[in-house]
């Protein structure tokens, strides 16, 4: 799902408000979200799941074109771990046992 198809879900279940209002809303809590994790703080969404930032150490790598050596600078990795409600939920729903998706 992109946040288009989100935006009108949402706005199908919630008839009494307009599409833009959603979408201003969902640009809202996202931004929030991002703003938080720029900080460097932890988002946790009881029943959903928490997003945090991780740091990966700068490093030597190697450009796979010519082999030669590179240095990758330090970096911040957006991280979400999923609640205990939501495994129980994709678990119960039969996500991930091999089975295609009825979407």
Known sequence: ??????VLKIAEQNPH???RDVETIVNAILDTIADALARGDRVELRGFGAFSV?????????????????????KAIPVFK????????????????GQPSAS
């Open 82 to 97: 999923t609640g205990k409600e939501m495994r129980q939920r994709l678990n119960d729903a039969g996500i991930g046992d």
């Open 54 to 74: 991780k740091r990966r150490e700068a490093r030597r790598g190697r450009n796979p074109r010519t082999g030669a050596a590179v240095a990758v600078s330090e």
């Open 1 to 6: 799902m992109i946040k288009s198809e989100l």
């Open 17 to 19: 408000l307009y599409q």
